[in-house]
C-alpha cells in the first residue's frame, strides 16, 4: 500500500529537516571507500560489502526478500515522508527558494513495513521516522503487520530552517517506535529514557549532497538505544549512509538499502571517510546511557 500525497489529508508544508544552508561540498571525495561487490549472495540486488556492513543498491522490497526471516535485531529507517509536491518550495542558502520535487518523496511507502517485520527478530525494535501527519498510517501498518507499536519519539532541531511565517514554524521530526512480539531483546536506556533527541539540523562538513539528511548523532542515539552488542541493524532506506554510519560508530553491522545509484555512491564517499566523522564524533555523547542506568535497565526486564 503506497498513499500518495494528494489525497493525504492534510499538507504539512516543507518537511522541516531540510537545511536552510546550501550543502556543503562533499569532504569525502578522496577517500577511499573500500567497497568491494559480493559474488554470488544477493547478486539480484547488487549487495556490496562496505567494511562488515551491506550496501544493497536496490529496491528495498525487493533486497529485503532475499533476507532470512528473524536474521536482524533492528530495524532503525528514515523512510520518505511522501510530502513532495510540483508546487512544493524549500529554502537553501540565505534566501535562494527551491523546488521541492523529488521523485522519491511524492507517496508514502508502507509495503516495506511488512517485509521488515518478517526480518526482524522476535523481541526486536522498528524505529521508522515519518511525517507528523502520516504517523497514525505508519503506526497502523506496523500493527497490521504484527509488531506492537508503542510509542511516538521525536527529534527536536536548534536551528529550523528559517522560513518565516504567521503559524507555529515546525522544529521537530516524529518517528514511530514498535516491537515485534518476543522477549525484548536490547533496551540500552534504562527505565525512564525521555522519547526525545535534540540535534542541529545538518550542515558544514557532515552534510552530502542528499537533500534530507539526518544527523548522525541522532541515528547513534536510536540504534544505541535499540541494538544488542555487536548486532545487526536493518535500514531499508538508506539514503545517504547515515544509518550506516551510526552503526559504524556505534559498533553495530548495517545491512543497508538505497535504491537510487547517486545516494549509494554518497554513501560509499561517506563511509571512506568515516574516520574524519569519528574524530568529529569523538567527544562524551551526551545521553549515552551510564553504567548504573544499563544495571537498572537488566534488573527491569529480569536480565542477569
Ligand atoms: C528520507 S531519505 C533517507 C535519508 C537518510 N536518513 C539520510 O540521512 O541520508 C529516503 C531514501 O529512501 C530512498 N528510497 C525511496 N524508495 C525506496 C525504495 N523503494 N527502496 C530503497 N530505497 C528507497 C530514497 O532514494 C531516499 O534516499
Not at 502520516?134 to 536548534?158: C, I, M, N, Q
Not at 536510536?222 to 544509518?243: C, D, H, I, K, Q
Request: overall charge neutral; proline content about 9%.
Amino acid at each position: 500500500m503506497t498513499i500518495p500525497a494528494s489525497r493525504r489529508p492534510c499538507d504539512p508544508g516543507v518537511p522541516p529537516d531540510l537545511s536552510s544552508q546550501s550543502p556543503a561540498a562533499d569532504p569525502h571525495e578522496s577517500h577511499d571507500a573500500s567497497a568491494r561487490r559480493v559474488g554470488g549472495r544477493g547478486a539480484a540486488s547488487g549487495v556490496e560489502r562496505l567494511g562488515r556492513h551491506d550496501l544493497h543498491v536496490a529496491d528495498c522490497i525487493e533486497a529485503m526478500r532475499t533476507l532470512p526471516d528473524a536474521s536482524v535485531d533492528a530495524v532503525v529507517t528514515d523512510p520518505p515522508y511522501g510530502t513532495a509536491s510540483a508546487s512544493k518550495v524549500q529554502k537553501r542558502g540565505s534566501n535562494e527558494l527551491v523546488a521541492f520535487n523529488i521523485s522519491w518523496d511524492h507517496d508514502l511507502p508502507l509495503e516495506w513495513i511488512s517485509e521488515a517485520v518478517r526480518v526482524l527478530r522476535p523481541g526486536g525494535a522498528l524505529c521508522a521516522f515519518t511525517d507528523a501527519m502520516a504517523a497514525r498510517e505508519v503506526w497502523d501498518a506496523t500493527e497490521h503487520s504484527g509488531a506492537r507499536p508503542l510509542r511516538h519519539f521525536y527529534w527536536t532541531k536548534d536551528n529550523p530552517p528559517h522560513n518565516p511565517r504567521k503559524n507555529f514554524q515546525s522544529a521537530c521530526e516524529v518517528g514511530v517506535f514498535a516491537r515485534k512480539p518476543g522477549k525484548v531483546l536490547a533496551w540500552n536506556g534504562g527505565g525512564c529514557t525521555p522519547n526525545v533527541y535534540n540535534a542541529p539540523i545538518v550542515a558544514g562538513v557532515e552534510r552530502s549532497e542528499h537533500p534530507t539528511q539526518k544527523p548522525v548523532s541522532l541515528m547513534r542515539w536510536l540504534v544505541r538505544l535499540v541494538t544488542p552488542p555487536g548486532g545487526t541493524v536493518l535500514e531499508p532506506f538508506a539514503g545517504s549512509g547515515t544509518t550506516l554510519l551510526a552503526c559504524e560508530l556505534e559498533g553495530f553491522r548495517c545491512i543497508a538499502i538505497e535504491r537510487e545509484p547517486e545516494y549509494a555512491e554518497i554513501i560509499r564517499a561517506r563511509y571512506g571517510a568515516r574516520e574524519v566523522l569519528r574524530a568529529m564524533q569523538s567527544g562524551p555523547t551526551p545521553d549515552a546511557p551510564t553504567r548504573e542506568a544499563i544495571l537498572r535497565q537488566r534488573s527491569l526486564f529480569g536480565d542477569s
